[in-house]
């Protein structure tokens, strides 16, 4: 028993520092996209691999079968897109122009917001001043006439 519950947090820790380092590789992505993606394959190669050495016979020719289709799929469907639309640099200047366009109309909203405010406050402060009457003679003022 104590056997297990050591392999379930060494299980435990290893994915946790494996899901640690995917977004630091993930980061990666922005200087060099290439050698991210390559180094995340290759993590995501070795996981199946060592889960695929546990199964069992048939399940392993499941798996193989499973996987094997998969593939065909996906070269398939790659083949038939257009590929350099997957280009990483054709994908972060994409999400960096969704970005500005999102950040462009953020602006233009909160200004249109902060206009508003200001018109509201000055009408606020208008209404509160005194209203501006003719000017009284001193002695009329003082009430000695």
């Known amino acids: 028993m104590e056997d297990l519950a050591m392999s379930i ?3 435990s820790s290893a994915m946790t520092m494996f899901g640690i380092q995917q977004v630091q590789n ?6 060099d996209p290439q050698t991210a993606q390559k180094k ?3 993590a995501l190669n ?3 691999e060592a889960l695929t050495a546990e199964l069992d016979e048939p399940n ?5 079968s499973i996987s094997g289709f998969g ?3 996906v070269n398939r469907t790659m083949s038939a897109i257009d590929v350099p639309a997957w ?15 999102t950040t462009d109309s953020m602006t233009t909203m909160v200004e249109k917001a902060s206009d508003a405010m200001s018109e509201a406050a000055d009408e606020i402060t208008t209404e509160k001043k005194p209203k501006a009457s003719e000017p009284k003679a001193a002695a009329e003022a ?3 006439k």
């Open 46 to 48: 070795s996981v199946s």
């Open 87 to 101: 280009d990483p640099k054709n994908v972060m200047k994409a999400a960096s122009d969704i970005v500005k366009k």
């Open 60 to 64: 392993k020719s499941t798996e193989a």
């Open 40 to 42: 995340f394959a290759r």
């Open 26 to 31: 993930s980061m990666e992505a922005f200087t």
């Open 9 to 11: 947090m060494r299980f």
């Open 142 to 144: 003082l009430g000695k």
């Open 71 to 73: 593939e065909k799929i």
